[in-house]
């Protein structure tokens, strides 16, 4: 009882501290994998980057602009900034899975295939910012870590020694669990904070285990060269 009231009080000020950490961890993946790709050139680097700097932006002005900006700036419009990169970094982790089965194009932000998941994107944001029993983000986030799960579970059986694979499996897995529980807070118990606590604790998590992997490769990757 004392954890709830102490989290209950202290909202505004985790929201802060959880959107700063989690926008940290983002910038340093983003960073540690631009260089990398620079080195290696490789296409699924290059969209898995992309990802995490989607993702820092979507946490840094939800849970630190959005707290420190509101009532000044209408929170419709933040809310729809936030679950547009949200959905586009899940849309991007997603490619950088399956790019192999594209032609290769110039840019990775705005080619034909990221307009369209822009486009995928914005309506979904659009959508859950104008209906009120949206849940859009958490359904389209559902079925592409769904897929990304498979995805990054048969890379990990075709190749178990390559430690990165595995961390990207539990990461990708981890992340599902999440938007499911995410959803069923949400939907059943109505945004219970303890539950949703618990949730961000498990995004932690997850950004944690994937900088963990990057760090390894990158490490492992720049001793090569």
Not at 2 to 29: A, D, H, K, P
Not at 163 to 170: A, D, E, G, P, Q
Not at 201 to 220: E, H, P, Y
Request: proline share 1%; hydrophobic share 55%; charged share 15%.
């Amino acid at each position: 009882m004392e954890i709830q009231n102490f989290i209950l009080g202290n909202s505004e000020l985790f929201r802060i501290i959880y959107g700063l950490v989690i926008g940290l961890i983002c910038m340093t993946i983003f960073l540690k994998t631009d260089k990398f790709f620079k080195l290696s050139f490789h296409e699924g680097i290059r969209y898995f980057r992309n990802a995490f700097f989607f993702y820092g932006l979507a946490f840094i002005v939800r849970y630190f602009l959005g707290v420190l900006l509101v009532p000044s700036v209408d929170y419709l419009i933040i809310l729809i900034l936030f679950e547009y990169f949200i959905v586009l970094a899940g849309f991007s982790l997603f490619y950088s899975l399956i790019w192999k089965r594209f032609h290769f194009s110039n840019s990775s932000v705005f080619n034909s295939k990221m307009i369209f998941f822009h486009i995928i994107a914005l309506t979904i944001a659009l959508l859950d910012a104008f209906f009120i029993i949206g849940n859009f983000m958490f359904y389209s986030q559902i079925i592409i870590f769904s897929c990304a799960s498979i995805i990054a579970y048969k890379n990990y059986t075709k190749n178990k020694k390559q430690k990165f694979s595995k961390f990207y499996f539990i990461a990708m897995f981890l992340e599902l669990f999440a938007w499911i529980f995410n959803l069923i807070t949400v939907s059943i118990f109505e945004h219970n904070p303890l539950l949703l606590f618990n949730i961000g604790i498990i995004n932690v998590i997850f950004f944690l285990l994937i900088l963990c992997g990057v760090l390894k490769i990158t490490k492992n990757g720049c001793k090569k060269t």
